[in-house]
């Protein structure tokens, strides 16, 4: 069974651009989630997607926004990079049923913002 | 606000020992408690959870021990291995919810 992808796995932009990251889930698994990881502020939950639908959300700028396709691939976007948003971006995906539903992650993408 | 933390940042055993990894939590509400490892340039992989009704879970070779008096968690590694060495995260949260909230993370490295 293939693993969560991500794409690209490395990426490089200036201030003020924007950016979209892709996650392809495990197949069957209906939940995507995003995170972000720095060294300051360690793992942070950006949102969750369930059936196209953002699920949950944590606490980010509205400039994190992201999408579901009826696939259960999904896309996050970054508009108007910030120096601060250099990080690793890693999505998990799971069929979608709370707590006995363990999260598989990706690998990540590394945004580097100069 | 709330917090998760750890301990200690770093820890270095030998390759046979068993190791433990502590975290404390602040948020007693917290009713969902996750362990993560995370190697080198990959993503991090789930290794026990545990939920609050709970004191003590057991997985192969891993204990997750939870104390809810004094709001810590900890794993437990038995006959550490090389391959063990990584990054230990713990994650608190709540059971209908995926925005878990995660410990800045514990490095563990094993010495042959």
């Known amino acids: 069974k293939a693993g969560v992808t991500q794409t690209p796995r490395y990426l490089i932009k200036t201030r003020g651009q924007q950016v979209t990251l892709s996650c392809s889930p495990i197949s069957g698994h209906r939940s995507v989630s995003w995170y972000q990881q720095t060294p300051g502020q360690g793992l942070q939950f950006l949102f969750e997607?369930?059936?196209?639908?953002?699920?949950n959300k944590g606490n980010f700028p509205g400039r994190f926004s992201g999408r579901q396709f009826s696939n259960s691939r999904s896309e996050m976007n970054v508009s108007t990079l910030e120096l601060g948003d250099s990080a690793l971006y890693l999505c998990?995906?799971?069929?979608?049923?709370?707590?006995?539903?363990?999260?598989?992650f990706g690998p990540g993408t590394r945004l580097t913002v100069l | 606000g709330e917090s998760v933390g750890l301990h200690l940042p770093t820890l270095s055993v030998q390759e046979g020992d068993n190791s433990i990894i502590n975290c404390a939590y602040s948020?007693?509400?917290?009713?969902?408690f996750i362990w993560y490892k995370q190697e080198s340039g990959k993503g991090p992989q789930f290794i026990i959870d545990?939920?609050?009704?709970?004191d003590k879970r057991q997985g192969q070779r891993v204990t997750v021990l939870l104390n809810k008096t004094v709001k810590h968690l900890s794993l437990q590694i038995a006959a550490t291995q090389p391959g063990d060495s990584a990054v230990y995260f713990c994650a608190e949260g709540f059971y209908n919810n995926n925005d878990m909230r995660f410990g800045a993370g514990t490095r563990l490295t094993v010495k042959p």
């Open positions: 948020n007693s509400a917290s009713d969902y």
């Open positions: 545990i939920r609050s009704n709970m």
């Open positions: 997607y369930f059936s196209e639908t953002q699920r």
């Open positions: 998990a995906s799971s069929k979608g049923d709370f707590g006995t539903d363990t999260q598989y």
